[in-house]
């Protein structure tokens, strides 16, 4: 394979067959390309972009530069899955996939660490002692098929082409290309032998796409090559210019997800999560209306169902639980704490989600760079949000740091991502759009 011929074509704007995806990948994959020229190449797609096909070849050939999950039929389980394209405070994933467990769906759950402002569920996951997310594809299947549910991490050899080339793209500023993240999350999400898959397409100040028109883009992309691969794939646009939920951090989310599966967490967060169940009911046509499917997904999360096979994951993936018990009693890891004081009366208009991720990356919750260890004491915690009125000198948020230089440094900076008004603002939905294909 001679891949300054496919980087000349794709520099002057032709499209390449699948023959040449499969060799470009398998060439990759093997190590037999040099940094400097699939640097390159990728440079050149994302000015050249890549049509349908292209996007479909590529994903299937990531798909098969390593390990698939595969699962025996069984029509009353389906396999199924969410997948986020992150944001600050958005956990959705932790209560979730215990709650599509409980309503009887087969779900392998693979996810990705945070890096910069968005949190990563694995990082999350980690903050609970002994949790293990490094788990083979035996392991996979057998807590899957026991327990109904698992959040690992990708194994070393699932999907090996994505992590090479996302380690590129990080550093060559090939990021926010459609058909690449289209390439590299579908080729993830197809690698896990999906029956349907629920995307969360993030829009807003703190997301990946600012807009909602590029949030629109993404999500039919994904769509319409999940679809043709045959998953069952659909989308929900939803904002990221507030937090989700009233915190941000490692251990203070996991302490966010165990209260919505109490029936005692935000209220927005819970609505979320309601919602990605609901279109998976949809999607497998066991709830055929949505409406209808919500309240399922609502009743099922409440009845401590869901709670209960969470505990079992945590068990079955190692946690030491009589830690997790205590730490959830006395509030968690030990952290110095600053608060965040309303300077005047009125209304929350709204409430930064990137200054928030900011802050939060800061204090050592997020990275940095990929190679960046996360500190899961930090974080921003009881989080007033948009549309709450609030008393000059009523807390606005609690910052848990490592040092009290630290926490009181952050408030100061939290306190900027507050606007506070004479008036609430207007409500925005929770799901903006739904692209079904
Ligand atoms: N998440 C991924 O897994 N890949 C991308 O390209 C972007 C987000």
Redesign the pocket.
Known sequence: MNLLTLLETKRDGQSLNTLQWQEFIAALTAGQLPDYQVAAFLMAIYFRSLDGAETRDLTLAMRASGDCLEWLPDPARPVVDKHS??GVGDKVSLPLAPLLAELGFRVPMIS?RGLGITGGTLDKLESIPGYCTALDAARIHRQVEDLGCVITGQTERMVPA?QRL?AL?DVTGT?P?IP??T???LS?KLAEGLAVLVLDVKHGAAA?MRTREQARDLAVSMVRLGQACGVNTRALLTGMDTPLGRCAGNWVEVQESVACLSGQGPADLAALVVECAAHVLVATGRTPELGAARSRARQVLLSGGPLDRWERMLRAQGAEMEIYHSLLASGGLKAEEAVVQAPRSGWVAGCDARLVGEVVRDLGGGRLTRESEVDPRVGVLDLRQAGEPVQRGELLARVRARTPGEAAAAAARLLGAFHLADAPPPPTPLVAEVITG
């Open positions: 394209t992150g990705g994505d996302y793209r990021v290309s690449l993240i390439a590299s999350i993830k990946f």
